[in-house]
């Protein structure tokens, strides 16, 4: 088993990622040039949430053990952190998520799609990444324990593929007899396949592979990398040139082999550890965990100041990070936020 080195690298990018997110919530460029935005947003930006499903995968599985039964309290343990955290911040969005409800008309109906969303996309649009994670953790270490890693790799890449299909090719399926109305059904029943059936299990196997095996020549890393983003910038053009490329998009076939590359990168770094490093992966979370409550208030406000909206989100964010770190120890239970 790997030795378990301090990945200073990870903890970097993963702030960095969190700025991207908020890109993704924000628009920042689209008063520049929407076509800038749209490029931001679908290439660099979408690496984020990936990123964060391949490092949580990494760090978990190199924890693995021969005894199934330490691998299951390992799991079990990680399952009871991220829920507790997605349980914390469901009540703080509570409110939020009331008014949004009531805007667009309370009905038997949108509790249904509350409890699906609350199970599977998220409480809160921005807080899905917490039960996909919850359901694909689990979903790729009971394969990787009964089936092995290269069939559960090629499981997960064959689920991301149908997801791929739904997410990507939607405006198709709408226009198709038949196909549109099972289209219609998912969508009702699944709302998104970007969920912790078909798009995370990918992410994190990226993560257990590489838990795994050794780092690839820094050459390597590179070449790939960049060859990966390119197809990924040609792959965004191909969707917009045929016209179905929408603000949803975001399961893309290239980042698979972004992902697995760019995290090869960062784990071949070598960053001496620092105190400052540890607390932007602190940060990052709270980051990640607040910024739309600053976010859906200052759009509503300046909704023709996209770029303003996204440095006063950051700003807040930051601030509201900085305090619970900094307040913590004096104040227990801001230690539940993490």
């Known amino acids: 088993m790997i030795g378990k080195k301090r990945y200073v690298s990870i903890d970097i990018a993963k702030y960095v990622a969190v700025l991207l997110v908020i890109c993704v919530h924000t628009f920042p460029l689209v008063e520049i040039s929407s076509l800038l935005n749209t490029y931001w947003i679908q290439t660099i930006c979408r ?36 829920l507790k955290l997605y349980l914390i911040w469901t009540v703080i969005y509570l409110p939020y998520t009331i008014w949004d409800y009531a805007k667009a008309g309370f009905s038997v109906l949108s509790i249904v799609s509350y409890l699906r969303d609350f199970l599977l996309n998220g409480s809160y649009y921005h807080l899905w990444v917490l039960p996909t994670i919850m359901l694909a953790m689990p979903l790729v270490s009971m394969m990787y324990q009964r089936f092995g890693l290269l069939n559960t790799l090629k499981t997960c890449l064959i689920a991301y593929i149908i997801g791929y299909f739904i997410n990507v090719y939607g405006p198709v399926w709408e226009q198709v007899p038949v196909v549109s109305f099972i289209y219609e059904f998912f969508m009702k029943a699944f709302a998104t396949s970007r969920n912790g059936i078909f798009f995370g299990p990918i992410f994190i196997g990226i993560g257990l592979l590489l838990s795994r095996t050794r780092r690839l020549p820094k050459q390597w890393i590179i070449s790939g990398f960049l060859v990966s983003f390119i197809l990924l910038v040609l792959e965004v053009t191909l969707y917009r040139l045929f016209g179905i490329l929408r603000d949803i998009t975001s ?24 105190q400052r490093y540890r607390e932007l992966n602190k940060e990052a979370s709270l980051i990640y965990m607040s910024h739309i409550l600053f976010a859906k208030v200052l759009i509503n406000l300046f909704p023709r100041a996209n770029l303003v909206v996204y440095f006063i989100t950051l700003a807040l964010s930051q601030l509201f990070a900085t305090l619970v770190i900094t307040n913590k120890k004096q104040f227990p239970i801001l230690e539940h936020l993490l």
Do not use: C, H, Q
């Open 251 to 274: 399961m893309y076939i290239t980042l698979i082999p972004a992902v697995y590359f760019l995290m090869n990168w960062l784990l071949s770094m070598n960053i001496p550890d620092k």
């Open 47 to 82: 690496l984020a949430i990936p990123f964060f499903f391949a490092s949580a995968g990494f760090f978990f599985f190199r924890k693995w053990d021969e005894d199934p039964e330490v691998n299951k309290r390992n799991l079990i343990r990680f399952e009871k952190r991220v």
